[in-house]
């Protein structure tokens, strides 16, 4: 088990990471170049959404190592936030009727390719500098959707994981029943081994049925004793 703690900061490492980081910043830039704070509680919203979007990924994959149930809950209000913070994206630009770049926009298919070789924050604070609020918050859109295929995809491993090596508490059993020299041999008995490898001493995993009790035998009627003969003069 502990080849698989995980080293502080690691989660640095993963692309659906260092992509949600790349939004948090764009859209703190956006909601602090753009938007009314006091008088626009969408500015929060976003803000907070675009931190869950962040942090769940941090908390889940940190907690983990405690429960790979959390890890994968923690990691789906990822998603979530995300999923929220692109409604919002979309609202601003479709209330002001301000163009939604789609797939087939010029500048789309120009920004994709581009930002999918890109997860460093400081790539896109050079993007997004002087940039008017139409552009920027595209930008944003292009970037929620490449979080978002890295999230899912995050999640799908997480899936394969757990089918593959259990939970958390089913890992510890099973290392905890391996050092202990338990295990299961080719034809699938549970059993204690030997150095050999052979198995010394089978264990059933099942209980075995308790023997019929025998029916008690009548007690016999106890014979009269004897009477004593007179004693011969």
């Known amino acids: 088990m502990d080849e698989k703690r995980k080293k502080i900061d690691s989660y640095r490492t993963l692309l659906a990471f260092q992509k949600a980081e790349c939004v948090f910043d764009i859209t703190y830039y956006f909601v602090t170049r753009f938007m009314d704070r006091a008088h626009d509680r969408t500015v929060d919203q976003m803000q907070q959404a675009a931190r869950s979007g962040k942090q769940n990924i941090v908390e889940g994959y940190s907690d983990a190592e405690g429960s790979t149930d959390t890890e994968h809950r923690l ?3 990822a ?5 929220e913070l692109k ?3 979309r609202d601003y630009l479709r209330v002001r009727q301000m163009e939604i770049w789609g797939p087939q926009h010029e500048k789309y298919r120009i920004c994709q390719p581009l930002f999918k070789r890109h997860n460093d924050t400081a ?6 500098e002087g940039r008017n609020d139409e552009e920027i918050a595209n930008i944003a859109l292009i970037v929620i959707h490449q979080a978002l295929s890295l999230i899912r995809g995050l999640i799908d ?3 394969e994981q757990f089918l593959r090596e259990g939970g958390i508490k089913e890992q510890r059993y099973r290392a905890r029943t391996e050092a202990r020299g338990y295990g299961y041999d ?5 059993g204690r081994f030997g150095r050999d490898g052979r198995c010394s001493k089978e264990i059933p995993t099942k209980p075995t049925a308790p023997t019929e009790p025998t029916e008690p035998t009548e007690p016999t ?3 009269p004793p ?8």
């Open 75 to 77: 990691t789906t209000i």
């Open 87 to 89: 409604e919002d994206y």
């Open 123 to 128: 790539y896109y604070q050079r993007q997004i």
């Open 157 to 159: 491993w997480q899936d």
């Open 79 to 83: 998603k979530g936030s995300l999923e």
């Open 226 to 233: 004897t009477k004593p003969t007179s004693p011969t003069k």
């Open 221 to 223: 009627e106890p014979t």
């Open 186 to 190: 080719k034809e699938g008995r549970f």
